[in-house]
């Protein structure tokens, strides 16, 4: 039942031979190295300047054509808006503004403020600081820097040995201008 054919090549099976790789052929050309990146025109350059077929085919291509606007900057973007922030805040910085220090500067205002004898020399830190002398009065009656009193706390633990613990005291400054009274 069928062709005789078909039952020779099932009860003899052909042996396969794997493909073999083609070998380069010694006559293929070798890959020109990558040419280095120079200020004038190299000799390949040149040769391409010259084929006739590959200035057709530039031509035929036509100038480039690149929109005017470049790329759309989009206005909405929040990285814009904080670096405008951030510049508007660096020039606010560079002009000095009456009453507004930062807090490392408030809390030496206030240990200054502390040793001043007259009100003379009062004013001259506020000047100095920028701070006007009505708002360091107000501002004194609620806020000061610290100060360490004479007593010495007992130490916590044996482990803790990194020195004296001092007891921290609100101290009024000796001063105290146009009849505010502390």
Same mark, same amino acid.
């Given at each position: 039942?069928?062709?005789?054919?078909?039952?020779?090549? +099932? @009860?003899?099976?052909?042996?396969?031979?794997? !493909? $073999?790789?083609?070998?380069?052929? =010694? &006559?293929?050309?070798?890959?020109?190295?990558?040419?280095?990146?120079?200020?004038?025109?190299?000799?390949?350059?040149?040769?391409?300047?010259?084929?006739?077929?590959?200035?057709?085919?530039?031509?035929?291509?036509?100038?480039?054509?690149?929109?005017?606007?470049?790329?759309?900057?989009?206005?909405?973007?929040?990285?814009?808006?904080?670096?405008?922030?951030? +510049? @508007?805040?660096?020039?606010?910085?560079?002009? !000095? $503004?009456?009453?507004?220090?930062? =807090? &490392?500067?408030?809390?030496?205002?206030?240990?200054?403020?502390?040793?001043?004898?007259?009100?003379?020399?009062?004013?001259?830190?506020?000047?100095?600081?920028?701070?006007?002398?009505?708002?360091?009065?107000?501002?004194?009656?609620?806020?000061?820097?610290?100060?360490?009193?004479?007593?010495?706390?007992?130490?916590?633990?044996?482990?803790?040995?990194?020195?004296?613990?001092?007891?921290?005291?609100?101290?009024?400054p000796p001063v105290v201008q146009e009849?505010?009274?502390?």
């Open positions: 039942m069928g062709s005789a054919a078909s039952k020779i090549s +099932k @009860a003899k099976p052909t042996p396969r031979v794997p !493909p $073999t790789p083609a070998m380069p052929s =010694a &006559r293929a050309p070798k890959p020109d190295p990558i040419p280095e990146v120079s200020e004038g025109k190299s000799e390949g350059i040149v040769k391409d300047g010259q084929d006739p077929t590959f200035l057709k085919n530039l031509s035929a291509l036509g100038q480039v054509h690149v929109p005017h606007n470049g790329f759309a900057i989009r206005t909405d973007n929040s990285m814009l808006k904080i670096l405008e922030r951030r +510049k @508007a805040t660096e020039e606010a910085a560079e002009t !000095p $503004t009456l009453n507004r220090v930062g =807090a &490392r500067t408030l809390s030496n205002l206030l240990d200054e403020r502390k040793s001043a004898k007259t009100a003379q020399e009062v004013e001259e830190l506020c000047e100095m600081y920028g701070v006007s002398v009505e708002a360091l009065n107000e501002l004194g009656k609620h806020v000061n820097a610290p100060s360490v009193s004479k007593i010495t706390l007992p130490a916590k633990s044996v482990e803790e040995d990194d020195g004296e613990t001092h007891l921290a005291i609100w101290v009024d009849g505010i009274s502390a």
